[in-house]
Structure formats: C-alpha cells, structure tokens
C-alpha cells in the first residue's frame, strides 16, 4: 500500500490542523492504520493509532486534543489536532500495519506541523 499524508502548515499555538492520509489499494481497511511524529532533534514515536476494527489508541499527553479517525470508502484517515501547542511542531507521518502483524510496514513521506507562539 502506498501512502499520501497532507495537511500540514503553520498554525498559531491554540489553533487547530486535520491532517489526511490518502491509502492506494482496496485492501486499506485491513489495515491499521497509524500517526507518528518526529520533532527536530527527537526520535520517531507513535502519535495516535487506529485498528481496523475502528480500535484507537492515543498518546497519553495528546488525549483530549488528537482525535484519529478513518473513512474506509475514502481509504483515508485522518487525525484532527486542537489547542496546538509550539511543542506539537514536528513531521507527522502516517503508516500502515498488515493485520497480525507487529510492525507498521509502509509509511507515508510526513507532513510537516509548525506551531508558532
């Protein structure tokens, strides 16, 4: 599967960002489906994730403001951002993970956020 991430730009702290993930391929809905990020000088981690089984699982300190979501019929899927903070600034990428199986598999080329204050 081949992944498109988009969405990203510069947004002042306290605003808002839907970043999309366009999948190629019928099979997306077998996927799970996640968001990373990776802010300069850190590494990669996991943002927010969906299974697909519509299962999600969040970060601890992004629960409440990151809410990930998936359209099937648009083999899309999407993770809304509220209340930006400038330490949300980073590339986001979304990936894909094969059913039973432990690692995400394909990755998109990453979007990048900028929160300035």
């Known amino acids: 599967v081949q992944l498109q991430a988009s969405g990203g730009g510069l947004v002042q702290a306290g605003g808002s960002l839907r970043l999309s993930c366009a999948a190629s391929g019928s099979t997306f809905p077998l996927y799970d489906m996640g968001w990373f990020r990776q802010a300069p000088g850190k590494q990669r981690g996991l943002v927010a994730s969906?299974?697909?089984?519509?299962?999600?699982t969040y970060v601890d300190s992004l629960k409440g403001r990151f809410t990930v979501s998936r359209d099937n019929a648009k083999n899309t899927v999407y993770l809304q951002m509220n209340s930006l903070y400038p330490e949300d600034t980073a590339v986001y990428y979304c990936?894909?993970?094969?059913?039973?199986?432990?690692?995400?598999?394909?990755w998109g080329q990453g979007t990048l956020v900028t929160v300035s204050r």
């Open positions: 990936a894909a993970r094969p059913l039973f199986k432990s690692n995400y598999d394909y």
């Open positions: 969906m299974t697909s089984g519509g299962g999600t």
